[in-house]
């Protein structure tokens, strides 16, 4: 039987790891399409339109918001980013597993304007893994390290609003657990047929 994919979401806090399991998933598995988000920034050097990002004006992206263009958006150092509904959708329709990732502020805005979309959490092994793994090589000064483990803490604090998590502690297990997921019809349990019956 065939089944519409949902628009998955993977969401969790900074320093866990989304876009490593994401870059894995698109090597391994380029059969799921990674939502490309709208931007107001200036392309880097290499990142090409419509493939990285659709870099847009600040009036194309109001017009994006005004015509309800985009399942979200919000602003990070003074540029927008945006999520656009319609090639979501068209990917949906055509029955191609779609990924979105996205922080915890966008996840929120997606169950929104998308009930329907599979929210996955995507936790650390442990507090002290997430700290190590934020505090990296130490090159940051001590209260910039103090504002992303505070806003982690948040972050964290939000498992419960999502529909699955999975625990980071190998990027190949996440991306085949997140595969099956995206592949699995609401309702039914990917994993069930490996759990003991309880």
Same mark, same amino acid.
């Given at each position: 039987m065939t089944?519409?994919?949902r628009l998955t979401v993977l969401s969790g806090p900074s320093g866990v790891g989304k876009s490593t399991v994401v870059a894995h998933m698109r090597k391994e598995h380029p059969e799921v399409w990674l939502s490309v988000s709208a931007t107001?920034?200036?392309p880097r050097p290499g990142e090409?339109?419509?493939v990285h990002y659709f870099f847009v004006d600040n009036d194309e992206f109001d017009k994006l918001i005004a015509n309800g263009e985009l399942l979200e958006w919000a602003e990070f150092a003074g540029?927008?980013?945006g999520t656009p509904r319609k090639a979501v959708q068209e990917r949906l329709e055509r029955g191609e597993p779609v990924l979105l990732e996205i922080d915890l502020q966008g996840a929120r805005l997606v169950r929104q304007s998308m009930p329907e979309a599979q929210l996955?959490? !995507?936790a650390p092994p442990s507090w002290d893994e997430l700290v190590r793994r934020l505090t990296g090589r130490g090159t940051e000064p001590p209260e910039v390290i103090q504002r992303r483990l505070e806003a982690a803490k948040v972050e964290l604090a939000a498992e419960s609003e999502f529909d699955e998590t999975l625990v980071?502690?190998?990027v190949e297990d996440v991306?085949?657990?997140l !595969?099956?997921?995206m592949l699995s019809t609401p309702g039914e349990d990917p994993q069930e047929d490996s759990r003991p019956d309880a």
């Open positions: 089944h519409r994919p107001t920034r200036k090409k339109d419509g540029n927008r980013y996955v959490f !995507l980071n502690t190998s991306a085949r657990e !595969l099956a997921l």
